[in-house]
């Protein structure tokens, strides 16, 4: 997808068991990719594009993610759109969705206690191997070396989009022109993929953003870094030092 992926499994199992978990998320992470890669002319994405694949033809996951993203353009009032850049593009909720996924099926196999990392959209359950929390670095937007906030939680879905590692690559889609205004969203709640969207869509709407993301309902909180370098976040944030 683009992007590195790392999986700590935290439960106390065989080796064997430990090794069979892993590759097994991988292969999934890594059909996804073929599926939905934008950077894979053979992806059904990209076919899809083209015109060469009929959605009634494409996966039974192809046609659930485009129905998920557009029940999200229309509760994001149109910032989050998979045609923003002109193509289409679902990857601002495919990352998320492909690491739930996967995370729902580590948790169903008898691995609760997990950490998946996918670029920097996060999902957590239960404990680390030492029975503590996990905790979550939140990236400085100007300091790759830095975080300017670290979560901690056993049940968390942590999802963040920024400019600072691509540059200003997310569209506004009602001006046509690269989003500006925010550095950074991350937005925590129960879900990876609707977080990642949500996230995508903040930024997209520029400074406005924020007081969109603070009329989500609970249990969905974020953090926000503007331009400007202000830091504003919800107070139900589970921040930690």
Not at 9 to 18: F, G, I, T, Y
Not at 62 to 77: F, H, N, P, Y
């Amino acid at each position: 997808m683009g992007t590195a992926i790392s999986l700590d499994l935290a439960d106390d199992l065989p080796a064997a068991a430990l090794h069979e978990l892993a590759e097994r998320t991988f292969g999934w992470l890594r059909e996804v990719d073929a599926r939905f890669s934008t950077y894979r002319a053979d992806s059904e994405v990209c076919r899809l594009d083209r015109g060469e694949l009929p959605l009634a033809e494409g996966s039974a996951d192809l046609r659930a993610v485009l129905e998920r993203c557009a029940d999200l353009w229309a509760g994001t009032d149109g910032f989050f759109d998979v045609y923003a850049s002109g193509r289409l593009d679902p990857s601002g909720y495919v990352k998320g969705w492909a690491a739930q996924v996967a995370s729902d099926r580590l948790v169903a196999a008898g691995a609760p206690n997990h950490c998946l990392n996918a670029g920097g959209d996060v999902r957590v359950r239960g404990h680390t191997a030492t029975g503590g929390p996990w905790r979550i670095g939140v990236r400085h937007p100007w300091d790759p070396t830095a975080t300017c906030l670290v979560l901690a939680g056993t049940d968390l879905a942590v999802a963040t989009s920024g400019v600072y590692e691509r540059g200003h690559h997310v569209v506004d889609p009602r001006r046509g022109a690269p989003a500006v205004g925010l550095r950074s969203v991350t937005v925590v709640g129960p879900d990876l993929g609707v977080a990642d969207a949500y996230a995508t869509a903040a930024v997209a709407m520029g400074e406005p953003g924020i007081a969109w993301l603070d009329r989500l309902p609970a249990p969905w909180r974020h953090a926000v870094v503007t331009e400007d370098g202000r830091l504003l976040h919800s107070r139900a944030l589970p921040v930690t030092t």
